[in-house]
């Protein structure tokens, strides 16, 4: 789906526009299985399929969503590449482990319990390690890339980037991360309106809507959250003498943003070890999505930031 950027590249290329009919496609079809489910059980179940679509946009605005598709981001975009379905694969990823418990549970499946309770037993610890050893390892490469930028050295490389060439690589990272207790808790919630449809005695396709709809609001925040990051690369590498501050600033923000969060994850992993370590209150009080709204915020403000100046920069005379 990607090519390599090539600076002043139109912003509507071939991958964007697939990008955008994917979207369109994928939420076209969870509005359509809604409308289809509203027909046959009547009007109330669209505020189920809105709750469920409205789950998705929230859970895309987690910290560790952001920290994730921001630093993969910028990896890729500073090597080369035009990531534009980083959100996107990650929000299938992620979504994967909810349409599968979905499925299970809609087939009466009679692990499905089972996998349930395993779910919430080590689902959690599973998603923390992977999500606080990924964005340890990612948020350090970018803090020691912050060295070489004033020096024109190229940026630090790992060899687990290097395989990381794609969009559509953050898919395995969005299942693993989809493990969560956040996850786990809106499963629940997707399987009573499960429940709900089934005690409608309606095919089994109308359970999976929910889910469907879960997908698609996701997707379309992660991959808004993607572009934007992307757009804000552009901008900081598009002229390395006049946007030295901003690529500096962006940097740092990403890595700070992706230790930050996993020293969290952390700290959470070791209190479900039984280890001593405790949250501060302050930190923990502050919702997920609410941290994942600030660094968006932040974010979009450089991206606005260098948009002004670029704007407000003298043109050089021609000669």
């Known amino acids: 789906m990607e090519r390599p950027a090539r600076n002043g590249s139109d912003p509507f290329s071939r991958p964007l526009v697939a990008l955008a009919l994917a979207l369109l496609g994928l939420n076209l079809l969870a509005g359509a299985g809604l ?49 534009v379905a980083v959100g996107l694969f990650f929000s299938l990823g992620h979504s ?77 990272l969005g299942m693993l991360l989809g493990l969560n207790l956040d996850t786990a808790a809106e499963i629940v919630l997707l399987a009573a309106s499960a429940a709900a449809v089934q005690g409608a005695g309606l095919p089994l396709w109308a359970a999976l ?41 962006t940097t740092a923000l990403s890595a700070l943003l992706a230790c930050g969060i996993a020293a969290l994850q952390w700290l959470a992993l070791a209190q479900w070890a039984g280890w001593s370590a405790r949250v501060p209150e302050a930190i923990a009080a502050v919702p997920s999505p609410v941290l994942g709204l600030a660094a968006t915020a932040l974010f979009a403000a450089l991206w606005g930031a260098a948009r002004l100046r670029r704007t407000a920069a003298p043109v050089a005379p021609v000669s």
């Not at 179940?45 to 987690?62: E, I, K």
């Not at 070489?148 to 190229?154: E, F, G």
């Not at 552009?234 to 901003?246: C, E, Q």
């Open 209 to 249: 809507v929910f889910p469907l709809l879960f997908m698609a609001g996701m997707a379309a925040a992660d991959s808004a959250e993607g572009l934007l990051m992307l757009r804000l690369y552009d901008w900081a590498v598009a002229d390395r003498d006049r946007t030295l501050s901003l690529n500096t600033a």
């Open 96 to 172: 994967t482990v909810v349409f599968g418990m979905m499925l299970a549970v809609a087939l009466g499946l009679s692990h499905a319990e089972g996998f349930g309770a395993w779910l919430g037993a080590w689902g959690v610890p599973a998603s923390l390690l992977a999500s606080a050893t990924f964005l340890t390892v990612i948020g350090a490469l970018n803090a020691a890339s912050l060295g070489t930028l004033r020096n024109s050295a190229p940026a630090p490389r790992a060899r687990l980037f290097d395989r990381v060439a794609h969009s559509r690589a953050m898919y395995p």
């Open 35 to 83: 409308a289809g489910l509203a027909s046959g059980v009547g009007p109330t179940v669209a505020g189920l399929g809105l709750v469920a679509w409205l789950l998705g946009l929230r859970h895309a605005f987690d910290a560790d969503h952001i920290a994730a598709i921001d630093n993969v981001t910028r990896r890729l975009r500073l090597q080369g590449h035009r990531p």
